[in-house]
T-cell receptor, first 115, second 117 residues
Framework: ETGVTQTPRHLVMGMTNKKSLKCEQH?????MYWYKQSAKKPLELMFV???????ENNSVPSRFSPECPNSSHLFLHLHTLQPEDSALYLC??????????????FGNGTRLTVT | AQKVTQAQTEISVVEKEDVTLDCVYE???????LFWYKQPPSGELVFLIR??????QNEISGRYSWNFQKSTSSFNFTITASQVVDSAVYFC??????????????FGKGITLSVRP
C-alpha cells in the first residue's frame, strides 16, 4: 500500500452537489493536511489536524468542511461549490504535530472539476 | 511575511544535460527550514530535502545537489546528467519557526522541468 492514499482520483460535480474526498495514511503519522493546488498558484494550505484535533483553519470558505475521525483518516466534505474551486486537492501527512517544518508525505491528489 | 520566488517557470533540457533550478527566499526569521519537493505527472509531491538555516553545507545525493547560500538567500537545486524521469514540477518551500504567519510552510509557484530524450 502506498503511504498516503486519496480517493477518488477525479471528481466532477455540479454546484448543488454534495461530495466528499477521502484520505488515508498508512505511515503512523500524527498530523494530516489538506492543500489546494490551482493552476499557476502556489500550494495553499487549507486545514491541519494533529492527533485528530484541528490546529489550523486557513480562512477557508465554509463550503469546505473537514473531518478527521482518527489519525489515519481525513475527509473533506464539499457542498455548493463554485467553479473557481476546481483544482487539485492534495492530502498530506507528517510525523510532527502539525508544525510547518516536518517533511510532508503527499497523496496523489483528487482532481476536482466544478461545473 | 515570508516569500519564496522561483523565477524560472519552465525549463526544457535534453537528456544528460545538467540543469539548475533557482530558489530565492525572504524571511525575517533567524531560524528557518528550506525544502525541495518534486511533483511528477502522477500528482503526489515527493519530499527531496530539508535544510536548517544554520547548516550551509552543500548536499549531494546521487545526481542531485543543493547549494544553500544565506548571503544571497538562495537554495538552488542542480540535477546532473538529467534523465527523462526527472521531468516534473519542482517546488521550493520555506518554513519559519516563529508563531504566526511565518510558522506556515510557504511554497514557491514551482518550476516545470521537461527532459527530452
Amino acid at each position: 500500500e502506498t503511504g498516503v492514499t486519496q480517493t477518488p482520483r477525479h471528481l466532477v460535480m455540479g454546484m448543488t452537489n454534495k461530495k466528499s474526498l477521502k484520505c488515508e495514511q498508512h505511515l503512523g503519522h500524527n498530523a494530516m493536511y489538506w492543500y489546494k493546488q490551482s493552476a499557476k498558484k502556489p500550494l495553499e494550505l487549507m486545514f491541519v489536524y494533529s492527533l485528530e484535533e484541528r490546529v489550523e483553519n486557513n480562512s477557508v470558505p465554509s463550503r469546505f468542511s473537514p473531518e478527521c475521525p482518527n489519525s489515519s483518516h481525513l475527509f473533506l466534505h464539499l457542498h455548493t461549490l463554485q467553479p473557481e474551486d476546481s483544482a487539485l486537492y492534495l492530502c498530506a501527512s507528517s510525523p510532527g504535530t502539525g508544525d510547518s517544518y516536518s517533511p510532508l508525505h503527499f497523496g496523489n491528489g483528487t482532481r476536482l472539476t466544478v461545473t | 511575511a515570508q516569500k519564496v520566488t522561483q523565477a524560472q517557470t519552465e525549463i526544457s533540457v535534453v537528456e544528460k544535460e545538467d540543469v539548475t533550478l533557482d530558489c530565492v527566499y525572504e524571511t525575517r526569521d533567524t531560524t528557518y527550514y528550506l525544502f525541495w519537493y518534486k511533483q511528477p505527472p502522477s500528482g503526489e509531491l515527493v519530499f527531496l530535502i530539508r535544510r536548517n538555516s544554520f547548516d550551509e553545507q552543500n548536499e549531494i545525493s546521487g545526481r542531485y545537489s543543493w547549494n544553500f547560500q544565506k548571503s544571497t538567500s538562495s537554495f538552488n537545486f542542480t540535477i546532473t546528467a538529467s534523465q527523462v524521469v526527472d521531468s516534473a514540477v519542482y517546488f521550493c518551500a520555506l518554513s519559519g519557526t516563529l508563531t504566526g504567519a511565518n510558522s506556515k510552510l510557504t511554497f514557491g509557484k514551482g518550476i516545470t522541468l521537461s527532459v527530452r530524450p
